[in-house]
């Protein structure tokens, strides 16, 4: 299949098409000294669009900012009793929001290319889905995110990264963070941005391949999920 090509200012990091080549793209990972993240998908179809982008309102809308920022209030409300300690700040609200799955203007990145192989990787296609290689997008951002920084993420003019307290053990076991975007209905593009496309027949035999280093459902989802859906896989037929 036909590889996604961004590649400009991250070190050129080839296409995954056999194992070795698995091994070869964490070698240039950790050789590289820039504070690369990575994020990886399913499909190389898909772009860096935050979720809020992918839906439409209740009447068929696209989102404003207006109608985002309402969104967010009635989480807010009725998720009172859950989010009380972070009510204080849109930002912390937000990234519990898009981690339950509300639509949000947050794309979630890792620090942890083994984490973001794994999620490119993860699940099986189901059977009248066109096939796709999946693809990882490594972000050199050039500068260090602010640990201490909080800003309203319905104000800003240019992407920003977020790295959210530790509130969840995912979060953790995945080395999370988030990109907040000012205009989440279009896909970024950056010179910054490269990507890597994993070849479809080669998803089964990585994902085991991970499994061996400890890069499994039960570690990076570390609840009784996580650890039901790791020992379906290891004791069933499933993908």
Same mark, same amino acid.
């Given at each position: 299949m036909?590889?996604l *090509?961004?590649?400009?200012?991250?070190?050129?990091m080839?296409d995954?098409?056999e194992?070795?080549?698995? $091994?070869k793209f $964490?070698?240039t990972?950790? =050789?590289n000294? #820039? /504070?690369?993240i990575? @994020?990886?998908?399913?499909?190389q179809s898909y *772009?860096l669009?935050?979720s809020?982008? @992918?839906f439409?309102t209740?009447k068929g809308?696209?989102?404003?900012?207006?109608?985002?920022?309402?969104?967010?209030?009635?989480f807010?409300q009725?998720a009172?009793?859950?989010?009380?300690?972070h009510i204080?700040?849109?930002?912390?609200?937000l990234?519990?929001?898009?981690h339950?799955?509300?639509p949000? @203007?947050l794309?979630d990145?890792t620090r /942890?290319?083994?984490v973001?192989v794994?999620?490119a990787?993860?699940?099986?296609?189901?059977e009248?889905?066109?096939?796709e =290689?999946?693809?990882i997008y490594?972000f050199n951002?050039?500068?260090?995110?602010?640990?201490?920084?909080?800003?309203?993420?319905f104000?800003i003019k240019t992407?920003?990264?977020?790295?959210? *307290?530790?509130?969840?053990?995912?979060?953790?076991a995945?080395s999370?963070? $988030?990109?907040? #975007?000012p205009?989440?209905l279009?896909?970024?593009?950056?010179? #910054?941005?490269?990507t890597t496309t %994993?070849s479809?027949?080669l998803?089964?035999?990585?994902?085991?391949?991970?499994? @061996?280093?400890?890069?499994h459902?039960a570690?990076?989802?570390?609840?009784? =999920?996580? %650890?039901?859906?790791h020992?379906?896989?290891?004791?069933t037929n499933? $993908?």
């Amino acid at each position: 299949m036909t590889a996604l *090509k961004m590649k400009n200012s991250t070190d050129n990091m080839a296409d995954i098409n056999e194992i070795k080549d698995l $091994f070869k793209f $964490f070698e240039t990972c950790s =050789d590289n000294p #820039h /504070n690369l993240i990575f @994020r990886g998908v399913r499909k190389q179809s898909y *772009k860096l669009v935050p979720s809020i982008g @992918r839906f439409k309102t209740e009447k068929g809308d696209e989102y404003t900012v207006k109608k985002e920022e309402l969104l967010l209030k009635l989480f807010k409300q009725k998720a009172y009793p859950f989010v009380k300690e972070h009510i204080n700040s849109k930002l912390e609200l937000l990234s519990i929001a898009q981690h339950h799955g509300v639509p949000t @203007r947050l794309l979630d990145w890792t620090r /942890n290319p083994m984490v973001a192989v794994y999620f490119a990787v993860k699940d099986k296609f189901t059977e009248n889905e066109q096939e796709e =290689d999946s693809v990882i997008y490594t972000f050199n951002p050039k500068v260090k995110t602010d640990l201490d920084s909080d800003f309203n993420p319905f104000e800003i003019k240019t992407i920003k990264r977020y790295i959210p *307290k530790y509130w969840n053990p995912r979060i953790t076991a995945q080395s999370g963070l $988030f990109t907040v #975007h000012p205009k989440p209905l279009q896909p970024y593009i950056s010179r #910054h941005i490269s990507t890597t496309t %994993i070849s479809f027949d080669l998803r089964r035999e990585i994902k085991k391949r991970l499994n @061996r280093f400890g890069m499994h459902e039960a570690n990076l989802f570390p609840d009784l =999920d996580g %650890i039901s859906s790791h020992v379906k896989w290891l004791r069933t037929n499933i $993908f």
